[in-house]
């Protein structure tokens, strides 16, 4: 993987949201995870949420942060298994105007490498939305470690060649 460090880095900003009925702020590794890296790499953190695993709550984060100017990516951790309770994946279908289906199956391929068949039960996905881009990682702390570090660092990098995100998001600007 190529990063052309004559290119300028572009820091966005990011919000994270752990949804999970048992994980607080003590516990919830895989948010800490996530905002280690993401500060690490330069971007900002608008904002890190806890959210148990309620459909309405889950549904106002996705409204209030796609509507926050100041985010341009929202990362998801949790629920989005495959019980009654795991319903992130759901609902962040109802907001995705545009899949990015490669993100889920490049996830999984990864994951499949560690963790073997057991990767059939995660739903991990992105897509877009009002010029956003929306991520819904496992809530295992490895898994967002994985997607990071072999996946969003290089596609949230304006410097990642031949192509990433970032030099997306002026066409996909919901202006």
């Known amino acids: 993987m190529k990063i052309n460090f004559k290119k300028d880095f572009i820091s966005i900003g990011i919000s994270i949201a752990t949804i999970s009925d048992t994980r607080n702020i003590k ?3 895989s948010g800490k995870i996530l905002e280690k890296k993401i500060l690490e790499h330069g971007h900002e953190l608008i ?9 309405k709550e889950i549904r106002q ?19 989005s298994g495959l019980t009654d309770r795991d319903s992130t994946v759901d ?43 929306l ?3 496992p ?7 994985d997607a990071w570090d072999n996946i969003l660092k290089f596609q949230l990098d304006s410097r990642f060649e031949p192509c990433n995100l970032i030099d997306l998001m002026p066409r996909i600007s919901d202006k």
């Open 27 to 29: 516990t919830d590794k």
């Open 47 to 55: 904002e890190k949420k806890i959210i148990t695993d309620d459909t």
């Open 61 to 79: 984060y996705f409204n209030d942060s796609i509507k926050n100017s100041a985010i341009n990516v929202i990362i998801t951790t949790g629920g």
């Open 91 to 133: 609902i962040l279908d109802k907001f995705i105007e545009k899949e990015i289906p490669g993100f889920g199956e490049i996830f999984r391929m990864i994951s499949f490498k560690k963790i073997g068949t057991s990767t059939i039960q995660s739903r991990a996905k992105a897509g877009i939305a009002k010029g956003k881009f």
């Open 135 to 137: 991520f819904c990682l």
């Open 139 to 145: 809530g295992s702390p490895s898994a967002c470690a």
